[in-house]
């Protein structure tokens, strides 16, 4: 069965350094989503996109996030200048369409700034 | 705006014993889908179920039973005979049809299983 695949699965950064999580999309999969879960607290949604175009963002989805597609198949979360606030785990999540409630999540990495 | 609501933060149950993990959500969408999720201690999201808001019938799957109410706008799962691989953390979530899909997730209950 396809799945979402997320690299790496555990990241160690120090406050203030820049990080990039990536996920590989399943194949004919369009539409991407980055979720946030801090430890213990529920699953946040962070950012859609489409079509190398953000579709939808929360207002955790600061200046301090960006998302590309860098080559046609990694989906990537960059924090500019992390914070420990910014330690959790992140999930990443594809779809074949717009508006389906078909989510499929990757393992998720999870994000330690010390 | 949609929101759900785990009442129970955590539960411990000894094995075997059934157990039920309540859901409540909030919603002025006649149009969603509610979801259960598993998160075992290794971190990743389990899809267990997903429901429309037009399919009231209770779904049953080994030891999994989910109870759909929309009078109560509720939304329970009970494992029967339950085991220490049961032991995780479970998370409801509601998507809203007129809004974007994205799934509003509650805050989780954590199931202990001992054996």
């Known amino acids: 069965e396809p799945e979402v695949t997320q690299t790496p699965s555990h990241q160690v950064t120090q406050m203030g350094q820049e990080v990039i999580l990536r996920c590989v999309p399943i194949s004919n999969h369009l539409y991407f989503y980055w979720y946030r879960q801090i430890l213990g607290q529920k699953v946040e949604f962070l950012v859609s996109?489409?079509?190398?175009?953000?579709?939808?963002k929360s207002e955790i989805f600061d200046d301090q996030f960006s998302v590309e597609r860098p080559d046609g198949s990694n989906f990537t979360l960059k924090i500019r200048s992390t914070k420990l606030e910014d330690s959790a785990m992140y999930f990443c999540?594809?779809?074949?369409?717009?508006?389906?409630?078909?989510?499929?999540f990757g393992p998720g990495t999870r994000l330690t700034v010390t | 705006a949609q929101k759900v609501t785990q009442a129970q933060t955590e539960i411990s149950v000894v094995e075997k014993e059934d157990v039920t993990l309540d859901c409540v959500y909030e919603?002025?969408?006649?149009?969603?889908?509610l979801f259960w999720y598993k998160q075992p201690p290794s971190g990743e999201l389990v899809f267990l179920i997903r429901?429309?808001?037009?399919?009231?019938q209770n779904e049953i799957s080994g030891r999994y039973s989910w109870n759909f109410q929309k009078s109560t706008s509720s939304f329970n799962f009970t494992i029967t005979a339950s085991q220490v691989v049961d032991s995780a953390v479970y998370f409801c979530a509601l998507s809203e049809g007129g809004g974007s899909y994205i799934p509003t997730f509650g805050r989780g209950t954590s199931l202990i299983v001992h054996p």
């Open positions: 919603t002025r969408d006649t149009t969603y889908y």
């Open positions: 999540a594809t779809t074949q369409e717009a508006r389906t409630y078909e989510q499929y």
């Open positions: 996109f489409y079509n190398n175009e953000i579709s939808e």
């Open positions: 429901r429309n808001s037009f399919d009231e």
